[in-house]
Structures are given as C-alpha cells and as structure tokens.
C-alpha cells in the first residue's frame, strides 16, 4: 500500500473490498461471510514473504492469499504457498511461476506477458500486405522479455521483423525511432512503461513515423495515453492493445457484477486508476467464491481448493472472470487469444474506461 505500487495497490484493494462487500450482501458464500485482511509489504517482496509467513505460521491462517499485485511479489511468496499448501490468487505475469508442478497453489488471473505480446503480433498479421513489422522497447530486461516472442509469431506469419531497443534513461528515442524507420516496416509494435510512454509517443512523430499504423503494447496502454500525448497527431495511427474493462464496455452490455463494482467504487470515492486495475482485484475475490462454490461439499483446503479452481464451470458473466477461467492442471493462468483484446485509437475516458475510435476486436 506504499512505495513503488502504491497506485495500483490501492486500487487493487478497493476493488477486493467492494467484491467482499457485493458477495457478502448476497448471503456469503457457501453460508460464510468473507473476511479481508490487508497487510502492506511496501512493494518489497523480502517484506511480503514475512508477512505472509507469521500469516500462514499463525494461529487462524488464512483460506486464500491474494499474493501482491506483481511478479516480483508472487516470486517471493509462491514457495510459502507451496509449503503451507494454501492457494495464493494474484496477478502475476511471469511464465516462471505459471508451473503447478512447482507451484501448485499459485494461480494468477492476469494472462502471461508473452501470451499477450503473441495475440497483439497475430493481430497485425491479419492485416493485408504486411510484410515486415519493426518491434521498439526498452533495452532492458522487462522489454526484452517480449522480443523472441513477438519474433517467433510474426516468423510463423511469414512476416519479417527488425528490433530497435531504447535506453529507459534517455530524454529522446528519436535515434531509435529513425533506425526502425529506416527499415521500412509496414506496421510498427512498440511498448514502455510509465516515463518512457510520452518518449516514445514524441520520438515516433519526430522519426515520421506517424504514418505508419502502429500497435501500442499493453503495458503502455494500461493508463490513459491521451495523458501522455502533445496532440491528437501523436495517437495518429495508433492502436492500443486493451484488455477485459480495458475499452468502454456500453451500458447495454453490462452484466449485474460490473455495474454492481461500479456503485460499490463510486461509494468509495472517485477513481484514481484505470478500471480494470480495480476490477482485478475484485477478480481476485470472484475467483475465490467460484472455486468454493466448485468444492461440491469437500472441505476447504488447499488441495480442494487447488483441484476446484482447475476444474471451474464455464462463466456466464459477461465480465466477469475479466478472463474467461481456463485454469487446468497444466496451467494456472488464464489463456488467451486475440479477440479477448480490443485494438484502437484512444479519443476518451468514461468510468475508467478507454473510449476508442477505428476499434476493432481481434
């Protein structure tokens, strides 16, 4: 709830606390009220693992962990987990932890990083005439994480692929902007976090790539983009990659759960983070209650627990699990595909949401 995730944690958090409040005014479940208990690691997994030890050690250990908001965080806790065999739900994005052999206990209800750079590749490769795609990031080990992943799809696609890497502490990508210009691509994928997001809007226009049709990774378009152009001319041609409750979901189609998380933040206060960080952690609570309710009469433990996520009925919410719940004894993160995500130019918000024009869904 402090330091480097403190935003999003936050956030996170009242998203949790309104699904406790929404599930326990429909009875509980299972005849049980829920209980959340939030304990703040500072963004600090030395200090997560801690915290969550004295919990599981304690004398009422918990039945559910929801294990921090990052990979950091779930890499420090998943071997307690493993352990005290207590299943942990949390959102963590790194293929290592996606091992049930290893990590039994650990589920995430974000997709795995590369899976999502994958689905945004094979959404270009739809597009007629594409023939090369230049891949910009940051030369670091978070951006390069996408590259051999993003290379193999396109590969597969018959499509070519040159990769420019920026350094994250420069002032200017221009230079890397110009190098990837200088191929010649057709499309252009690029992706930064926080600071580098206005950077490389600015360095695409200056290298006069503005004309070309470009898809914004889904780290960058995690947060509003129109906060980080000079100008409508910097989202020109841009399409950002948005998740579940990423893109404006219209009043119609909006099922009992989300407009009932949208009453239940606006009580809380305004919002002060992209809506589906805050649905994420209401995600954490939605799971839980689905794997309790798919106990089918054996006890809560966290082996029941474990198998029942596993096996979980198909959703008939139109939001929620934000990810359709494909957990199996392979897998315990959810899998996607293209149409989960929405690609389009950013011209808005409402409820958090992104308003996009040219949208389409993969």
Do not use: C
């Given at each position: ?9 936050v956030?996170v ?8 409040d929404?599930?326990?005014s ?6 049980h ?18 915290l969550l030890?004295?919990?599981?050690s304690?004398?009422?250990?918990p039945?559910?962990v929801?294990?921090g908001i990052?990979s950091?965080e ?7 987990l493993?352990?005290y065999k207590v ?7 790194d293929?290592?932890l ?26 270009i490769a ?16 978070l951006?390069?994480a996408?590259?051999p992943?993003?290379?193999a799809?396109l590969?597969?696609k018959?499509i070519?692929?040159?990769?420019e890497l920026?350094d994250p ?17 057709d ?23 503005g004309s070309v ?8 378009s995690?947060g ?6 000079k ?14 409750m990423g ?7 909006q099922?009992?759960?989300?407009k009932?998380?949208?009453?239940l933040?606006?009580?809380q ?9 805050y649905?994420?952690?209401w995600d954490?609570?939605?799971y ?7 106990l ?7 082996p ?10 198909t ?18 993160n ?5 149409s ?7 011209v ?7 308003a ?7």
């Amino acid at each position: 709830m402090t330091g480097d995730l403190e935003a999003a944690a936050v956030a996170v958090n009242r998203g949790a606390e309104a699904a406790v409040d929404y599930f326990n005014s429909q009875g509980g479940v299972n005849g049980h009220k829920l209980v959340l208990t939030t304990d703040n690691d500072q963004s600090n997994p030395t200090t997560a693992a801690s915290l969550l030890l004295s919990a599981l050690s304690g004398s009422s250990p918990p039945d559910d962990v929801i294990p921090g908001i990052s990979s950091n965080e779930g890499l420090a806790m998943a071997p307690l987990l493993t352990r005290y065999k207590v299943v942990g739900l949390g959102s963590a994005s790194d293929a290592s932890l996606d091992n049930p052999a290893k990590y039994p206990y650990f589920f995430s209800q974000s997709t795995l990083a590369n899976t999502v750079t994958a689905d945004g590749a094979t959404w270009i490769a739809t597009h007629p005439g594409v023939k090369k795609v230049a891949l910009i990031t940051s030369n670091d080990a978070l951006g390069q994480a996408d590259i051999p992943t993003l290379q193999a799809t396109l590969k597969a696609k018959g499509i070519s692929s040159v990769v420019e890497l920026f350094d994250p502490t420069a002032t200017d990508y221009t230079s890397t902007f110009q190098a990837a210009a200088a191929a010649k691509p057709d499309w252009v994928w690029m992706d930064g976090a926080g600071a580098e997001v206005p950077i490389m809007l600015s360095s695409r226009v200056k290298a006069n790539l503005g004309s070309v049709p470009t898809v914004i990774g889904n780290v960058a378009s995690s947060g509003s983009l129109l906060t980080y152009a000079k100008g409508t001319n910097e989202l020109a041609n841009t399409y950002a990659t948005l998740g579940p409750m990423g893109a404006v979901v219209p009043a119609a189609k909006q099922g009992p759960e989300f407009k009932a998380m949208l009453g239940l933040l606006d009580k809380q206060g305004p919002l002060v983070a992209p809506l589906f960080v805050y649905a994420t952690g209401w995600d954490y609570i939605n799971y839980f209650v689905m794997g309790v309710k798919n106990l089918n009469g054996k006890s809560l433990t966290g082996p029941n627990l474990a198998t029942a996520l596993e096996n979980l009925p198909t959703s008939t919410d139109p939001q929620f699990p934000m990810y359709r719940p494909t957990f199996t004894a392979q897998t315990h993160n959810p899998q996607t595909q293209p149409s989960d995500f929405t690609f389009g130019t950013e011209v808005g918000t409402q409820d958090g949401m992104i308003a996009l024009k040219t949208a389409y869904q993969g």
